[in-house]
């Protein structure tokens, strides 16, 4: 997994600089959304998984609370809004598998815009499976170092059962199998460790990386358009940024 954090750094800093606040609210509102309805209808973080890991995303990009009490409305009650989750697979630019993960309430708009990007790109949208053998899902936890090193962390994520530790800068992130994430996370927080940030994500098995600065700035320009679509969540690929 060595080199993630890089791209999840690139990434969070894109966030920062170039996504408007109204689309970015647009898109966490309709990941809580998503979140309650697959969680059974469960507006309770404490009883669902998923929506606490959606809700903390939301607080991370200070959402005011109410938008996020509407958007867990929105998933319950006689006005409940039909939101489905999406999941395509397809090759990028210069040959890379991509993972687009999205969520919306229209399917067809958004498979269209996502195919279309693919195609203008000099990609294509593959099938189900098409790529995502090519990946592994984990649970990845970002925690601040502080006091500590990264042997102490280690240690204490190894004892709380995570896979693999990976340093960046002044935190470090935490991988887990995707079922023990929420463990890993309390283990954590009752030994002291402050936690930054957490999720499921892919991660590529190999990395590909590009032959030269231009084919690399032409695929990350690529990552950045699929992520700006309006229903897109998350995008993965198996790009080599330290290269």
């Given at each position: 997994m060595?080199?993630?954090?890089?791209?999840?750094?690139?990434?969070?800093?894109?966030?920062?600089?170039?996504?408007?606040?109204?689309?970015?609210?647009t898109?966490l509102?309709?990941?809580?959304?998503?979140?309650?309805?697959?969680?059974?209808?469960i507006?309770?973080?404490?009883?669902?998984?998923?929506?606490?890991?959606?809700?903390?995303?939301?607080?991370?990009?200070?959402?005011?609370?109410?938008?996020?009490?509407?958007?867990?409305?929105?998933?319950?009650?006689?006005?409940?809004?039909?939101?489905?989750?999406?999941?395509y697979?397809?090759?990028?630019?210069?040959?890379?598998?991509?993972?687009?993960?999205?969520?919306?309430?229209n399917?067809?708009?958004?498979?269209?815009?996502?195919?279309?990007?693919?195609?203008?790109?000099?990609?294509?949208?593959g099938?189900?499976?098409?790529?995502?053998?090519?990946?592994?899902?984990?649970?990845?936890?970002?925690?601040?170092?502080?006091?500590?090193?990264?042997?102490?962390?280690?240690?204490?994520?190894?004892?709380?059962g995570?896979?693999?530790?990976?340093?960046?800068?002044?935190?470090?992130?935490?991988?887990?199998?995707?079922?023990?994430?929420?463990?890993?996370?309390?283990?954590?927080?009752q030994?002291?460790?402050?936690?930054?940030?957490?999720?499921?994500?892919?991660?590529?098995?190999?990395?590909?990386?590009?032959?030269?600065?231009?084919?690399?700035?032409?695929?990350?320009?690529?990552?950045?358009?699929?992520?700006?679509?309006?229903?897109?969540?998350k995008?993965?690929?198996?790009?080599?940024?330290?290269?």
């Amino acid at each position: 997994m060595s080199g993630h954090s890089k791209w999840a750094t690139i990434k969070r800093q894109k966030g920062a600089a170039d996504v408007k606040r109204g689309q970015a609210f647009t898109k966490l509102s309709m990941a809580i959304t998503l979140a309650v309805k697959q969680g059974g209808g469960i507006g309770d973080p404490d009883s669902n998984f998923r929506l606490r890991l959606a809700i903390d995303a939301a607080k991370a990009a200070n959402m005011p609370k109410d938008n996020i009490a509407r958007a867990i409305d929105r998933a319950s009650g006689k006005n409940m809004a039909h939101v489905d989750e999406v999941v395509y697979e397809g090759f990028g630019p210069h040959g890379i598998a991509v993972i687009v993960e999205g969520a919306t309430d229209n399917k067809m708009r958004t498979t269209s815009e996502v195919k279309n990007l693919f195609d203008r790109q000099g990609g294509s949208m593959g099938q189900p499976g098409s790529v995502s053998y090519l990946f592994k899902q984990v649970g990845r936890i970002e925690v601040v170092k502080k006091d500590k090193s990264l042997d102490d962390i280690f240690l204490l994520a190894v004892d709380s059962g995570a896979e693999d530790v990976e340093e960046s800068g002044e935190v470090v992130n935490v991988f887990t199998k995707p079922s023990d994430l929420a463990r890993v996370r309390q283990l954590l927080t009752q030994q002291g460790i402050e936690i930054t940030e957490e999720e499921l994500e892919y991660v590529p098995l190999t990395k590909i990386a590009m032959e030269n600065s231009e084919s690399t700035d032409q695929v990350i320009a690529f990552l950045e358009k699929m992520e700006d679509l309006q229903d897109v969540q998350k995008v993965y690929s198996n790009i080599d940024v330290d290269n």
